[in-house]
């Protein structure tokens, strides 16, 4: 069994409970210098990849707060709820369908309220906290609502609940400064607000979270090409289809197979986004798999949903991002409330673009690598983050504080600081305890400054994740790192010598 994650990210620096000093709110984290980095990181690496698909896309910036029209329009108001019990007896809410998943360990997301009710009457589930007897199911609106103003000038308004939304109001203002083509695609990495009934396990269920969301609108008529398709047309993707929840079997098939039963335009992104956990951050093959959802479980403005999902050993199959084919649903939500045509024209055809929506939940994605990462072996602590994506490159070590070595360990910081590598200095205690240090927050490199080094000019890069090192030329350092850090084996970048010092 892996150690608590959540104790072993506030040890570290990673991330914490929000206002802890006051016990704080559920559902509300603060990253710290450690976790801060490394959600940079992965933020910056989103954006490099998904904004690099096409030479349409771009990142845009919207409010965090949005009128209430916004939602009337998305459908937000009215459909976006979970559904709660709530004791008789001492007036405690709970999510239904988490008590279920709980105690009877299978998924109950999207069955009905009467049947998620059946079910607890059924198996006698009780109030957590008084033992009381549960109500009927009702549902909640997860919303944060505001007012903003004052007096007879107050606006009712609500705290946006995902990214989505600023990129479909701003879709038409976007569209005529950007060239005017189809697809264009809007990204938005910011935070999103849910009053989630029952927030838990870290930064799994948060109530005030960051999402990566690429918005790609499209002629619907388009749906079924993709001028890139031919790339990844034998890329076999990685399926747990809806058909298959009965013998649990994931599916690998060639993307081209999966046009018999998913339109181009989709299974071309699918491939995009599996590639990102899987050539990108290098993530196991085995621990990913992409999981249809079946048309009650869907969002309600998805007509093709699956869920890309990381095998944790805490939870299991766990969900950390989705791709959504919208439809038209929200732009022609918008156009009606607002009565703004949401409308192009393209060589004089009118067009009201469908999207297709690329989600994810940033701090789902470090909790994920956190926990994928974290090890503990029997002489040491160690995370192994993505290479690429660690919180830093490397620490950097003279190996005694005297002989000229400090002063040219702080010569070879500033070097690949200058090169662009995020590294750190550390001259404090033994070697090994140095070493233990840098692998306990997941840094991939440890650059030792010896004596050998003012003799020949080499240091040594020790690897973070088999403690191997080999003998780096100055000169040829950043060029290492660079290949280094985008996941070349050590054996290939130089030989490996034998060191005493893990
Ligand atoms: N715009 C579509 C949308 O928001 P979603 O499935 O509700 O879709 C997308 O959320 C992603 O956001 C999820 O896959 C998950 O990674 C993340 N997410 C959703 N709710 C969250 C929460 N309460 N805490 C942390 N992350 C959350």
Redesign the pocket.
Known sequence: MKADIIEVAKRRGFFWKSSDIYQGISGFYDYGPIGSLLKRRFESLWRRYFLGLDDNFHEIESSLIMPENVFAASGHLQSFVDPIVRCSKCGHAERADHILEDILKESFEGLKAGEMMAIIKKHGIKCSKCKGAFSEVGTLNMMFPINVGTGNDVKKAYLI????QGAYVNFKACFDVMRRRLPLGLAIVGR?F?N?IS?RQG?????E?T?A?LQIFFDPEMIGSHERFDSIANYKLKLFPVKNRGNQKTEEIQAKEALSFLPKFYVYHMARVQQFYLDILRLPKEKFRFRELAEEER?FYNKYHW?IEIFLESTGWK????L?YRTDHDLAGHEKTSKTSMHVNIDGKGILPHVL?I???V???IYMLLELGYEEEKERTVIRFPRLLSPMDAGVFPLVNKDGLPEKAAEIKSLLEAAGFKAFYDDGGSIGRRYRRIDEIGVPAGITIDHDTLKSNTVTLRDRDTMRQIRVNIRDLSLTMKHFLEGEDMGKLGTIVETKQG
């Open positions: 609940p995902e990214t989505a999103a849910r989630e927030p930064l799994i269920r948060m109530r979270f999402q969301e969002a869920d969900e950390i991002a989705g959504h929506e989600s994810m939940g701090d789902r994605n």
